[in-house]
């Protein structure tokens, strides 16, 4: 028995489906999410640490951690002093396999487990594929993942082979990739943990509660974040919404949805109002390189309640935005997660963000998964020497 009934409800027709039922539709086709009987929480009852510590506030009982949550709130005071805003880094690179997608595999396999299923797939560009072999790995299930061929960074490659994986290679991109996979679950059985799957975002959702936590319940006025298959944004909602209905936030923040230039369909959608897909999506942060994102409805909502916006930046604006945290606050994060610190810039600029404002930056990988891009840019900057001419670096110092 979970700790809270719930049950699952299609955010477009309302209709109710059990949540001993596998399934990641309506029958109407819109996304499902997962409601409670009965929500009920009070500052007391967080005891714990990490996910769990919100179990009150959860679909299912841990039966599968890694110490995945608690991550680090950095106050930002070399980089607020150019930005004229009260800035805090919440690093989900702090997770125990470098991302925030822990948040949702250890209840979404903990959900696996509780419904006697021992084989899991999912598509990715990277860090749901590690995130999910390692969670897999400590409950001894069959996990098969599916990526785009050449397009995902070796260092989550690298967890994902090493936690014992099988690992399909795709000629095509991500969204081929999540086509795929949806066919291979429908026809073996086989659980899907992608974002589309509900109890997944119910584990990212802590996101929202532990920032609430982090900042004595004073929330910020803006939270803004990288968007690719836009499950993230919807469920750092859901925690906010839910943190409000409990009476334990007067005013949830607004989101800012962060998307690379060449992959923006979420951007264009909250710009022209109606969503198409981005047909060959490119960028250099390949954990966003996404054209149709499968829970475009949910962030598309998520964005215009909280009275929020979206914002592109170009793939210059990543890499440099990923240096600045590296060298003035000594945060190492990956591409993608520095498009928030990127779109961060470019709304206070455009003075989407007020001056004075206070601002939470998910950045939501660890700059270690994808070291390439950096070695690439500072490899010639090194210099190699012989012990004979330490005596001409006296003219550096
Ligand atoms: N940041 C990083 C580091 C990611 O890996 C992802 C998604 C996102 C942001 C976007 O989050 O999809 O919830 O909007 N990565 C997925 C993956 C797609 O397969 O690892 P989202």
Redesign the pocket.
Known sequence: MSPNSNFLRCIKCEKEYSSDEVRYRCDCGGLLEVRYDSLRATKKDFTGSGVWRYKKLLPVDCRVTLNEGDTGLYRCENLEKGFGVKLWVKNEGDNPTG?F?DRGMTVGVSKAIQLGLDKVAC???????ASLSAYCAKSNMKTFVFIPSGKIAYGKLAQAMVHGARIYSIKGN?DLALEMVNDFCAKHGVYWLN?INPFRLEGQKTIAYEVIEQLSFKPPDYIVL????????SAVWKGLVEFRDLGLLDEPPKLIGIQAEGAAPIVNAIRDGHFSPVENPSTAAT??R?GN?VNAEKAIRAIRESGGSAETVTDEEILKAQRVLAQKEGLFV?P??AASVAGLLKCIESGKIEEGSRVICIT??HGLKDPDIVVERFKGEMVEIEKRELEILAQEI
């Open positions: 991302s997608k598509a990715s560009t990277g860090n749901t594929s991500f974002s990288p968007v690719g298959n836009a499950g993230n944004i954990a966003i996404i994102p990956e993608a997660s939501t990988g």
